[in-house]
Protein backbone atom coordinates (compact mmCIF):
# COMPACT_ATOMS: atom_id res chain seq x y z
CA UNK A 1 0.00 0.00 0.00
CA UNK A 2 1.20 3.28 -1.16
CA UNK A 3 1.94 5.26 2.17
CA UNK A 4 0.33 9.09 2.48
CA UNK A 5 2.38 12.23 1.28
CA UNK A 6 4.22 14.50 3.65
CA UNK A 7 2.39 17.70 3.84
CA UNK A 8 4.70 20.48 3.66
CA UNK A 9 3.43 24.34 3.90
CA UNK A 10 5.43 27.52 2.76
CA UNK A 11 4.47 30.92 4.50
CA UNK A 12 6.42 33.60 2.48
CA UNK A 13 6.71 36.86 3.72
CA UNK A 14 6.60 39.22 0.86
CA UNK A 15 4.03 39.72 -2.33
CA UNK A 16 6.82 40.02 -4.47
CA UNK A 17 7.45 37.18 -6.16
CA UNK A 18 11.21 37.67 -6.21
CA UNK A 19 14.51 36.06 -4.62
CA UNK A 20 12.78 34.42 -1.61
CA UNK A 21 9.56 33.28 -3.51
CA UNK A 22 12.13 31.40 -6.10
CA UNK A 23 14.02 29.83 -3.68
CA UNK A 24 10.88 28.49 -1.74
CA UNK A 25 9.66 27.16 -4.92
CA UNK A 26 13.21 25.33 -5.80
CA UNK A 27 13.64 24.37 -2.23
CA UNK A 28 10.28 22.42 -2.66
CA UNK A 29 10.36 21.09 -5.77
CA UNK A 30 13.78 19.07 -4.74
CA UNK A 31 11.53 17.69 -1.48
CA UNK A 32 9.66 16.77 -4.57
CA UNK A 33 12.34 15.23 -6.09
CA UNK A 34 12.82 13.24 -3.30
CA UNK A 35 9.25 11.54 -3.07
CA UNK A 36 6.52 11.12 -1.26
CA UNK A 37 5.62 14.93 -0.14
CA UNK A 38 3.32 17.50 -1.51
CA UNK A 39 3.45 21.35 -0.57
CA UNK A 40 1.53 24.10 -0.76
CA UNK A 41 2.87 27.92 -0.49
CA UNK A 42 1.14 30.95 1.48
CA UNK A 43 1.77 34.31 0.50
CA UNK A 44 0.86 35.92 4.23
CA UNK A 45 0.32 39.17 1.95
CA UNK A 46 -2.72 37.15 0.74
CA UNK A 47 -4.69 37.07 4.01
CA UNK A 48 -5.80 39.17 6.80
CA UNK A 49 -3.60 39.87 9.65
CA UNK A 50 -3.86 42.45 12.06
CA UNK A 51 -1.16 44.26 14.23
CA UNK A 52 -1.02 42.62 17.73
CA UNK A 53 -2.58 45.32 20.36
CA UNK A 54 -0.49 44.16 23.25
CA UNK A 55 -3.70 43.35 25.51
CA UNK A 56 -2.47 39.72 26.56
CA UNK A 57 -6.00 38.20 26.37
CA UNK A 58 -4.37 35.70 24.74
CA UNK A 59 -1.60 34.68 27.15
CA UNK A 60 -4.05 35.04 30.26
CA UNK A 61 -7.64 34.17 29.40
CA UNK A 62 -7.09 32.46 26.19
CA UNK A 63 -6.36 32.84 21.79
CA UNK A 64 -10.00 32.69 21.57
CA UNK A 65 -10.29 36.58 23.31
CA UNK A 66 -8.13 37.95 20.54
CA UNK A 67 -10.29 41.17 20.11
CA UNK A 68 -8.64 41.02 16.42
CA UNK A 69 -10.98 38.71 14.29
CA UNK A 70 -8.90 37.91 10.63
CA UNK A 71 -6.99 34.84 9.25
CA UNK A 72 -4.89 34.04 12.35
CA UNK A 73 -6.83 30.71 13.01
CA UNK A 74 -6.87 29.71 9.29
CA UNK A 75 -2.84 29.90 9.16
CA UNK A 76 -2.24 27.99 12.28
CA UNK A 77 -5.10 25.17 11.34
CA UNK A 78 -2.86 24.98 8.17
CA UNK A 79 0.20 24.52 10.29
CA UNK A 80 -1.64 21.99 11.97
CA UNK A 81 -2.18 19.87 8.82
CA UNK A 82 1.30 19.87 7.95
CA UNK A 83 3.83 17.63 8.34
CA UNK A 84 6.22 20.44 7.60
CA UNK A 85 6.75 23.66 7.70
CA UNK A 86 9.00 26.94 6.21
CA UNK A 87 8.92 30.40 7.03
CA UNK A 88 10.47 32.49 4.19
CA UNK A 89 11.18 36.11 4.33
CA UNK A 90 13.25 38.59 3.23
CA UNK A 91 16.00 40.43 5.15
CA UNK A 92 14.00 44.10 5.26
CA UNK A 93 15.96 46.35 7.24
CA UNK A 94 18.09 43.34 9.16
CA UNK A 95 15.50 41.88 10.23
CA UNK A 96 12.58 39.66 8.78
CA UNK A 97 10.09 41.72 6.68
CA UNK A 98 6.72 43.69 8.21
CA UNK A 99 4.76 40.94 7.29
CA UNK A 100 6.05 37.99 9.13
CA UNK A 101 6.89 39.74 11.99
CA UNK A 102 3.29 40.65 12.55
CA UNK A 103 1.97 37.10 11.77
CA UNK A 104 4.66 36.13 14.60
CA UNK A 105 3.24 38.29 17.00
CA UNK A 106 0.37 36.73 16.11
CA UNK A 107 1.72 33.55 17.23
CA UNK A 108 2.97 34.72 20.94
CA UNK A 109 0.59 32.51 22.48
CA UNK A 110 2.02 29.75 21.54
CA UNK A 111 5.24 30.38 23.15
CA UNK A 112 3.22 29.91 26.38
CA UNK A 113 1.28 26.77 24.62
CA UNK A 114 3.29 24.83 22.58
CA UNK A 115 1.45 22.62 20.24
CA UNK A 116 3.62 22.12 17.36
CA UNK A 117 5.26 18.56 18.17
CA UNK A 118 6.47 16.27 15.61
CA UNK A 119 6.20 18.03 12.45
CA UNK A 120 9.59 19.49 11.16
CA UNK A 121 10.44 23.35 10.54
CA UNK A 122 12.79 25.10 8.91
CA UNK A 123 13.63 28.82 7.44
CA UNK A 124 14.66 30.23 4.05
CA UNK A 125 16.26 34.03 3.78
CA UNK A 126 16.87 35.87 1.09
CA UNK A 127 19.44 38.73 0.87
CA UNK A 128 21.02 41.63 -0.70
CA UNK A 129 24.44 42.01 0.96
CA UNK A 130 24.48 40.79 5.33
CA UNK A 131 22.66 40.21 8.38
CA UNK A 132 20.58 36.96 7.13
CA UNK A 133 22.31 34.83 9.34
CA UNK A 134 20.83 36.08 12.11
CA UNK A 135 17.83 36.05 10.78
CA UNK A 136 17.72 32.70 10.08
CA UNK A 137 18.90 31.80 13.51
CA UNK A 138 15.95 34.10 14.94
CA UNK A 139 13.39 31.92 12.89
CA UNK A 140 14.86 28.84 13.90
CA UNK A 141 14.70 29.77 17.42
CA UNK A 142 11.03 30.60 16.81
CA UNK A 143 10.49 27.32 15.43
CA UNK A 144 11.96 25.35 18.37
CA UNK A 145 9.55 27.51 20.85
CA UNK A 146 6.49 26.65 18.73
CA UNK A 147 7.44 22.98 19.23
CA UNK A 148 8.51 21.99 16.32
CA UNK A 149 11.99 19.82 15.29
CA UNK A 150 13.68 22.46 13.67
CA UNK A 151 15.81 22.19 10.99
CA UNK A 152 18.47 24.96 10.69
CA UNK A 153 17.96 27.35 7.41
CA UNK A 154 19.65 28.56 4.66
CA UNK A 155 20.27 32.33 3.55
CA UNK A 156 20.67 33.18 -0.08
CA UNK A 157 22.18 36.21 -1.21
CA UNK A 158 20.83 37.03 -4.59
CA UNK A 159 21.17 40.42 -6.64
CA UNK A 160 18.54 41.05 -9.11
CA UNK A 161 19.30 39.75 -12.16
CA UNK A 162 21.50 36.81 -10.46
CA UNK A 163 24.69 35.83 -12.40
CA UNK A 164 25.27 32.45 -13.47
CA UNK A 165 27.85 31.80 -10.23
CA UNK A 166 25.24 33.44 -7.96
CA UNK A 167 22.65 30.72 -9.36
CA UNK A 168 24.77 28.05 -9.21
CA UNK A 169 25.89 29.13 -5.47
CA UNK A 170 22.01 29.30 -4.58
CA UNK A 171 21.38 25.95 -6.04
CA UNK A 172 23.80 24.06 -3.80
CA UNK A 173 22.77 25.73 -1.00
CA UNK A 174 19.06 24.72 -1.43
CA UNK A 175 20.02 21.12 -2.38
CA UNK A 176 21.96 20.40 0.42
CA UNK A 177 19.01 22.25 2.78
CA UNK A 178 16.29 20.40 1.14
CA UNK A 179 17.96 16.84 1.23
CA UNK A 180 18.57 17.79 5.52
CA UNK A 181 15.05 19.07 5.68
CA UNK A 182 13.86 15.47 4.09
CA UNK A 183 15.87 13.36 6.29
CA UNK A 184 14.48 15.01 9.30
CA UNK A 185 11.10 14.84 7.93
CA UNK A 186 11.04 10.75 8.03
CA UNK A 187 12.77 10.28 10.88
CA UNK A 188 10.81 9.63 13.80
CA UNK A 189 8.54 12.71 14.83
CA UNK A 190 8.61 12.55 18.55
CA UNK A 191 12.81 12.41 19.46
CA UNK A 192 14.53 12.01 22.67
CA UNK A 193 15.15 15.84 23.69
CA UNK A 194 18.41 17.95 24.23
CA UNK A 195 18.72 18.74 27.13
CA UNK A 196 18.49 22.87 26.39
CA UNK A 197 15.34 21.79 25.26
CA UNK A 198 14.72 19.29 28.56
CA UNK A 199 15.81 22.55 30.86
CA UNK A 200 13.11 24.78 28.96
CA UNK A 201 10.21 22.49 29.62
CA UNK A 202 11.30 21.35 33.14
CA UNK A 203 11.15 25.11 34.44
CA UNK A 204 8.62 26.25 32.75
CA UNK A 205 5.90 23.60 33.45
CA UNK A 206 7.36 24.03 37.42
CA UNK A 207 7.05 27.80 37.72
CA UNK A 208 3.95 27.31 36.34
CA UNK A 209 2.57 25.13 38.36
CA UNK A 210 3.93 27.46 41.47
CA UNK A 211 2.99 30.89 40.89
CA UNK A 212 -0.61 30.59 38.41
CA UNK A 213 -3.87 28.88 39.07
CA UNK A 214 -6.82 27.38 37.32
CA UNK A 215 -8.40 31.16 36.23
CA UNK A 216 -4.74 31.36 34.05
CA UNK A 217 -4.98 29.75 30.65
CA UNK A 218 -1.52 28.59 30.53
CA UNK A 219 -2.06 26.58 33.86
CA UNK A 220 -5.06 24.90 32.39
CA UNK A 221 -3.46 23.58 29.37
CA UNK A 222 -0.51 22.61 31.35
CA UNK A 223 -2.69 20.73 33.44
CA UNK A 224 -4.59 19.42 30.83
CA UNK A 225 -2.21 18.04 29.04
CA UNK A 226 -1.01 16.34 31.89
CA UNK A 227 2.81 18.13 31.42
CA UNK A 228 2.99 19.01 35.55
CA UNK A 229 3.25 15.06 35.60
CA UNK A 230 5.00 14.12 32.68
CA UNK A 231 8.90 13.84 31.84
CA UNK A 232 8.44 16.28 28.16
CA UNK A 233 5.79 17.37 26.30
CA UNK A 234 5.03 14.13 24.86
CA UNK A 235 5.52 10.44 25.43
CA UNK A 236 9.54 9.77 25.40
CA UNK A 237 11.66 7.41 27.53
CA UNK A 238 14.27 9.52 29.19
CA UNK A 239 17.93 7.48 30.20
CA UNK A 240 19.30 8.05 33.17
CA UNK A 241 21.24 11.14 33.01
CA UNK A 242 18.35 13.09 31.39
CA UNK A 243 16.31 11.58 34.02
CA UNK A 244 18.54 13.17 36.71
CA UNK A 245 19.03 16.23 34.93
CA UNK A 246 15.30 17.18 34.24
CA UNK A 247 14.69 16.16 38.52
CA UNK A 248 17.70 18.89 38.95
CA UNK A 249 16.06 21.18 37.03
CA UNK A 250 12.56 21.09 38.43
CA UNK A 251 14.23 21.57 41.66
CA UNK A 252 16.03 24.82 40.17
CA UNK A 253 12.75 26.13 39.14
CA UNK A 254 11.26 25.62 42.72
CA UNK A 255 14.37 27.60 44.22
CA UNK A 256 14.00 30.11 41.66
CA UNK A 257 10.61 30.66 42.18
CA UNK A 258 10.48 30.70 46.07
CA UNK A 259 13.60 33.18 45.57
CA UNK A 260 11.27 35.13 43.43
CA UNK A 261 8.52 34.84 46.15
CA UNK A 262 10.64 35.82 48.70
CA UNK A 263 12.04 39.02 46.85
CA UNK A 264 8.64 40.36 46.43
CA UNK A 265 7.46 39.73 50.17
CA UNK A 266 7.48 43.19 50.71
CA UNK A 267 4.95 44.60 47.99
CA UNK A 268 1.90 45.66 48.83
CA UNK A 269 0.08 43.72 46.46
CA UNK A 270 -0.18 39.85 47.74
CA UNK A 271 0.15 38.73 43.96
CA UNK A 272 2.98 40.94 42.98
CA UNK A 273 5.96 39.35 40.87
CA UNK A 274 3.57 36.00 40.56
CA UNK A 275 3.93 34.87 37.37
CA UNK A 276 6.04 32.43 34.61
CA UNK A 277 8.98 33.17 33.54
CA UNK A 278 8.11 32.59 29.96
CA UNK A 279 4.76 34.77 30.07
CA UNK A 280 7.52 37.50 31.84
CA UNK A 281 9.38 37.38 28.74
CA UNK A 282 6.78 37.89 26.10
CA UNK A 283 4.70 40.93 28.98
CA UNK A 284 8.00 42.71 29.36
CA UNK A 285 7.88 43.79 25.21
CA UNK A 286 4.13 44.78 25.73
Not at 147 to 169: H, L, W, Y
Not at 182 to 207: D, N, S
Not at 208 to 233: H, I, P, Q
Not at 256 to 278: C, E, I, L, N, Y
Request: proline share 3%; with cysteine; glycine share 10%.
Amino acid sequence: MESTPKRIIAFIGTARKGSTYNAVRQFLENLLSLGGVEYEIVTLNDHSLGSCRGCKLCFAKGEEFCPLKDDRDVLIEKMMASDGVIFASPNYSFQVSGTMKMFLDRLGFVFHRPRFFGRTFTSIVAQGIYGGEKIVSYLDFVGGGLGFNTVRGSCITAFDPMTQKEKEKRDSILKSHSRRFYEKLVKPAYPVPALLRLWGFRMGRTIVRLTLDDRNRDYAYYRDKGWFESDYFYPVRLGLLKKTAGDLFDSMARRSTRKRAGAHSGDTHPAAGVTSTASRGHAASQ
